[in-house]
């Protein structure tokens, strides 16, 4: 069955980067892409945009852009996200899920979701 | 971007009782609409897509329903693995959005 497993628990200082990683197993995963969705602690989620793990093609929420990286290691079946520049405000569960891309758009829903990364911005 | 606007926030209800979730779209979203279920400390978990199709394993007593701006999710007879908070998701018109979210509570 699909499995999305993430790395753990993050605490980093205002300022620096993280970067998270999401292994996927059970599905071949370049015929899939990766999205990525946040939940600040007792808040709802958040959509951060998605990559094509067949062609690395990518597309961003703009309130992400310039802060947010997405990509994917195909030898590992690996995702992974980088945010810089991390405020308080970044603190949150991150979590991958699969979704069914085509060219430049994610076409079908989000059926697996990995466990979640916290992410925690503190000085 | 698309809002998504659902009521009641919270919605207090007795195992076996009917709920009546509301997810109402900012513009036209067609059928392009999801709902999730997520439990405390746990991810969401895929529930309907395309406003009314059951995802794989989920149990008949839930149903969506609805097209363009109003949808609405049931579940016919609560179980107490049922008590949660629920989400739609909107994928008609970049970027996807989710609704803030209805919490399930028992009464």
């Known amino acids: 069955q699909v499995h999305l497993v993430q790395s753990g628990v993050e605490v980093k200082k205002p300022g620096a980067s993280v970067k998270v990683s999401c292994k996927a197993s059970?599905?071949?995963?370049?015929?899939?892409?990766v999205t990525w969705v946040r939940q600040a602690p007792g808040q709802g989620l958040a959509y951060l945009g998605w990559?094509?793990?067949?062609?690395?093609?990518?597309k961003y929420v703009q309130n992400f852009q310039g802060r947010i990286t997405m990509t994917t290691e195909t030898s590992t079946n690996t995702a992974y996200l980088e945010l810089k520049n991390l405020t308080s405000d970044d603190s949150a569960v991150y979590y991958c899920?699969?979704?069914?891309?085509?060219?430049?758009?994610?076409?079908?829903?989000?059926?697996?979701w990995g466990q979640g990364t916290l992410v925690i911005v503190s000085s | 971007e698309i809002v998504l606007t659902q009521s009641p926030a919270t919605l207090s209800l007795s195992p076996g009782e009917r709920a009546t979730l509301s997810c109402r779209a900012s513009?036209?979203?067609?059928?392009?609409l999801a709902w999730y279920q997520q439990k405390p400390g746990q991810a969401p978990r895929l529930l309907i897509s395309?406003?009314?199709a059951r995802a794989a394993g989920v149990p008949a007593r839930f149903s969506g329903s609805g097209s363009g701006t109003d949808f609405s999710l049931t579940i016919s007879s609560l179980e107490p693995e049922d008590f949660a908070v629920y989400y739609c998701?909107?994928?008609?018109?970049?970027?996807?959005?989710f609704g803030g979210g209805t919490k399930v509570e028992i009464k």
């Open positions: 899920a699969r979704a069914d891309t085509y060219g430049d758009k994610v076409i079908g829903y989000f059926d697996s």
């Open positions: 990559i094509s793990a067949f062609d690395g093609r990518k």
């Open positions: 513009q036209n979203v067609y059928s392009y």
């Open positions: 998701q909107q994928r008609s018109s970049w970027p996807d959005t």
């Open positions: 059970g599905y071949r995963f370049t015929t899939y892409g």
């Open positions: 395309d406003a009314s």
